[in-house]
């Protein structure tokens, strides 16, 4: 598909980071902003915790004020025990392979999206992806490499996040298929099809 072609990894990955031991983190990277649907992330994770006290949800993001006091506010609502398993972070560009790469899960709840930088980067450190339907891109891919929601909503979101966290084995695999299919956004891989491209347009 040639949309993808356009989309090279980074080359300055380590291996360390690409095999590094996972912790029982769910990653979130992005804005606070209301169409990432930050809050749905949130409820999700809230409503199902305490069946799995081990893990966390990492948030790495910005946001205006407002969102971020939102965000505060809803936390301050919760078990004092389940908000202390939120982690709110900022947002270092050159951090976000760091994070992905020690997290064993990463979440999207978007109203649309294309092909998201921040899969393609959870995927080259094997880490799969929890996600709304957002997109074609989404859709077609996440199933194989991840979890995907049935639909937009809270309820299929939690779904799946509870899958993604009891099945250690249905993990692994996924993430050993992200580090596999994460090949195809080679630098190497996407000149070639774009060499490939030219001469079919020159014969």
């Known amino acids: 598909m040639l949309f993808i072609t356009l989309l090279p990894l980074s080359e300055e990955i380590s291996e360390m980071e690409r095999l590094g031991e996972k912790k029982p983190v769910i990653q979130f990277v992005g804005r606070y902003g209301p169409e990432k649907g930050l809050n749905r992330i949130l409820e999700s994770f809230a409503a199902c915790a305490a069946d799995f006290p081990e893990w966390v949800l990492r948030i790495n993001g910005n946001g205006l004020e407002e ?28 951090e976000v392979i760091e994070h992905f790469a020690e997290s064993s899960l990463a979440v999207m709840a978007s109203d649309f999206e294309g092909l998201p930088t921040s899969f393609l980067d959870a995927m080259q450190v094997g880490t799969p992806l929890i996600s709304y339907p957002s997109s074609w891109a989404l859709r077609e891919m996440v199933p194989e490499v991840g979890y995907l929601a049935e639909e937009p909503s809270v309820e299929a979101l939690q779904e799946q996040m509870r899958l993604a966290m009891s099945d250690a084995e249905l993990r692994a695999q996924k993430s050993a298929l992200c580090l596999e299919k994460s090949r195809t956004f080679s630098p190497e891989d996407v000149v070639r099809r774009w060499e490939n491209l030219f001469e079919s347009i020159h014969r």
């Open 67 to 94: 969102e971020i006091l939102a965000v505060e506010k809803y936390l301050a609502q919760l078990d004092p025990e389940t908000a202390q398993r939120v982690e709110l972070e900022g947002l270092n560009a050159e």
